[in-house]
């Protein structure tokens, strides 16, 4: 019996990325979408993408609220996507911190980005193609997984956006869009799959 084609993935930073990062978002009524990214993951999907978001969470590590909050926040957001077609495939988070992580399992580090261990996991149980995805996000934190495991990254501009920023980018030969949308309109070969 054959395996089930593998699928490309659009890979998503939450924070900055997704909803307006107001620092430490873990209520409903600090989510914020920017402006059309529900209309751009809706465009992903139907092209053809698995979305995926990676998020790191280390607020959880230093006790400012709770992997439950995170989760009902993204169920949340999940239903708000709902009313335009959109379903994440699947939310991925990383609730550590090196600074907050005594008594624990080194190794769970590795799941914060720019480690690659959720991204595999992700690839994983999602039979994704990780040579045909994408990954977008707003620090070089983010996109440094993509280009160790290759895929194309792109960087959105948000509050961490600096000259050093748009250095790596350089360097690393990063296109740089102001949000999702606009890079989707930016590039629409990315649609073209």
């Known amino acids: 019996m054959n395996a089930p084609p593998m699928q490309p993935a659009c890979f998503l930073d939450r924070d900055g990325t997704l909803n307006v990062d107001h620092d430490f978002v873990h209520r409903p009524h600090e989510w914020d979408w920017i402006p059309g990214v529900p209309e751009a993951l ?8 698995k979305l995926i978001v990676v998020t790191n969470q280390s607020g959880i590590a230093r006790g400012r609220f709770t992997l439950a909050q995170v989760h009902a926040l993204h169920e949340y957001a999940g239903r708000l996507l709902a009313d335009t077609g959109v379903q994440i495939n699947g939310w991925y988070i990383a609730p550590w911190h090196p600074q907050f992580h005594e008594g624990q399992d080194p190794e769970l580090l590795n799941e914060r980005k720019p480690g ?3 991204f595999e996991r992700a690839a994983k149980e999602h039979q994704l193609d990780l040579s045909r995805s994408l990954m977008v996000g707003d620090k070089a934190s983010d996109l440094e997984p993509a280009l160790r495991l290759g895929m194309k990254p792109f960087l959105v501009r948000s509050r961490f956006f600096s000259d050093e920023l748009a250095q790596w980018c350089t360097r690393h030969e990063v296109p740089v869009s102001e949000t999702l949308p606009l890079l989707l309109s930016e590039r ?6």
């Open 116 to 118: 690659t261990v959720l």
């Open 188 to 193: 629409p070969e990315l649609l073209q799959l």
């Open 42 to 49: 809706l465009k992903l999907q139907q092209a053809g993408y």
